[in-house]
């Protein structure tokens, strides 16, 4: 719950987005089993901010070194960082009463999961100012049960209506977190992939689109791709912790005319979430979007598409 950072422990419109490493998932378990544990563990996480305990909300989180926090040009790095940043926040606001409401999970596999909800904080030091926003927790399973392996926290500012609050991450990122890098476009490889001029290959990150053997959904995808680049033959690159793959491929979010491109492809259907940290920067957007896409029905979703998902036919997993 670093996420308490997010708004006011000082004042009003602080905020903080932790992050962590995903391990090696272990082998998977029936998505409705997955989704009422974690159901289970976002109702034992709430329980345990409400008692202001700060070792106590610690051990919920994945013990390891490499557990990071990232947010507004903050990063703590480290489990034991994360637990002394609680122990200040508590000893700062005394209590904090949240609430919640809207909960959606999304089951990755039986070894991993993202649930997402709106949250309200009512702070000890600031009874009177109520905090609001949409927060997203990445689990992962351990040998001792569930850990918070990332959280992110989108605050609202001070008097925003309630009714946007449904809105804040169905409408994905508004601008670059980044400096962007111009992309003179020379091809569209794949749903996922693009060539620039002097750059070389480009690998759409935090998304997965249909293999090249899985026709007619890979080609479907390819030219949603170009459907959002339209005219354009310049995009910005924004990179983020990992700037390469282990093909030599640069890794980056691709905006064109205002629009995050690798959002799009997500939210429109034509591709799932992916992610690898330590680049999560998106992760709570994606996520949403794959959700609202898959219960519309909208893209591969509705034809059957994603039956058998990218990174499962590269393990042969399926035909």
Not at 78 to 104: F, H, K, N, P, R
Not at 227 to 245: C, K, M, Q, W
Request: aromatic share 8%.
């Amino acid at each position: 719950m670093p996420a308490f950072l997010s708004t006011s422990i000082c004042f009003r419109h602080r905020r903080l987005l932790l992050s962590a490493t995903l391990l090696a998932l272990p082998p998977a378990v029936h998505s409705q089993e997955v989704d009422g544990e974690i159901r289970a563990e976002v109702t034992r996480y709430v329980q345990t901010v409400n008692r202001a305990d700060a070792d106590a909300l610690a051990a919920l989180y994945l013990r390891d070194p490499t557990t990071g926090s990232l947010g507004d040009g903050q990063v703590y790095q480290g489990w034991e960082t994360i637990a002394e940043l609680l122990t200040e926040v508590y000893d700062a606001v005394g209590t904090i009463q949240m609430t919640i409401d809207s909960v959606t999970v999304l089951p990755l596999g039986g070894g991993a999961a993202v649930a997402f909800f709106r949250y309200v904080w009512v702070f000890g030091s600031q009874p009177d100012l109520p905090v609001r926003g949409a927060m997203t927790l990445v689990y992962v399973r351990t040998p001792s049960g569930w850990r918070v392996a990332h959280d992110h926290t989108s605050s609202l500012p001070p008097n925003t209506p309630t009714t946007a609050d449904a809105g804040v991450l169905a409408q994905g990122p508004a601008q670059p977190v980044r400096e962007t890098t111009p992309c003179e476009l020379t091809r569209i490889v794949d749903g996922d992939t693009i060539e620039c001029r002097r750059i070389g290959r480009v690998r759409l990150i935090g998304m997965d689109t249909p293999e090249a053997s899985q026709e007619p959904y890979a080609e479907m995808a390819t030219e949603a791709l170009w459907s959002l680049f339209e005219n354009a033959t310049i995009v910005g690159l924004e990179p983020h912790v990992e700037l390469r793959d282990r093909y030599g491929r640069m890794l980056a979010y691709v905006w064109a005319d205002g629009l995050l491109v690798n959002w799009a492809l997500v939210r429109q259907g034509w591709a799932v979430v992916l992610t690898y940290p330590p680049n999560v920067q998106y992760v709570d957007w994606f996520t949403t979007a794959q959700h609202l896409a898959r219960e519309e029905g909208v893209g591969l979703w509705g034809i059957g598409g994603f039956d058998c998902l990218p990174r499962d036919r590269r393990r042969g997993r399926c035909e």
